[in-house]
T-cell receptor, first 115, second 111 residues
């Protein structure tokens, strides 16, 4: 059973370009979470999705950021018109169908560098 | 904010010694989880302790939870150089709500 997959592992963009980060959850997991980590910081929640639905996007900036988790294929975090402050590590986590524990399994992350 | 806070921010010990890290949080929780992150890597789940549990063990790890003080501690016994990493606590409010992470403790174990 493969773990959570994220790609690319490293992404370099110039200011103003778009960044697309992909996450494939563990098999059987229908809940996906995206987190952002700045250097020397903990992870900050961005968005929580189930298949085809955004459940909670309270941690995601209102502009330039969007996320989706289509019926088929990976979850996508899209950042439009990137700025230097978007440089960070972006982690995806998945969890199985509803359970009180909510143990999440993390991918290796995508490290975004904006030049 | 429900954010947990780890203490200390950084800890340096000799191999073989025990390492203790603490975590405090602000609101009622369903459970608290500890994760490890090696430099430049993703997070690895270490242990989960539910709000009705007081202590839990997993190998060389011992976690305690005091809900009255809203605090938890992670003890790593007989530390090894390979334990060098950042350790984060994360709280879960309920169900499939997001994890709320602290800033972490950076542990260095010197051989």
């Amino acid at each position: 059973n493969a773990g959570v997959m994220q790609n690319p592992r490293h992404l370099v963009r110039r200011r103003g370009q778009e960044a697309r980060l992909r996450c494939s959850p563990m098999k059987g997991h229908s809940h996906v979470y995206w987190y952002r980590q700045l250097p020397e910081e903990g992870l900050k929640f961005m968005v929580y999705l189930q298949k085809e639905n955004i459940i909670d996007e309270s941690g995601m900036p209102k502009e330039r950021f969007s996320a989706e988790f289509p019926k088929e294929g990976p979850s996508i975090l899209r950042i439009q018109q990137v700025v230097r402050g978007d440089s960070a590590a972006y982690f995806c986590a998945s969890s199985p169908r509803r359970g009180d524990d909510n143990e999440q399994f993390f991918g290796p992350g995508t490290r975004l560098t904006v030049l | 904010s429900q954010q947990g806070e780890e203490d200390p921010q950084a800890l340096s010990i000799q191999e073989g010694e025990n390492a203790t890290m603490n975590c405090s949080y602000k609101t009622s929780i369903n459970n608290l989880q500890w994760y490890r992150q090696n430099s430049g890597r993703g997070l690895v789940h270490l242990i989960l302790i539910r709000s009705n549990e007081r202590e839990k063990h997993s190998g060389r790890l011992r976690v305690t939870l005091d809900t009255s003080k809203k605090s938890s501690s992670l003890l790593i016994t007989a530390s090894r150089a390979a334990d060098t990493a950042s350790y984060f606590c994360a709280t879960v409010f309920s169900g499939n709500t997001p994890l709320v992470f602290g800033k972490g403790t950076r542990l260095s174990v010197i051989a």
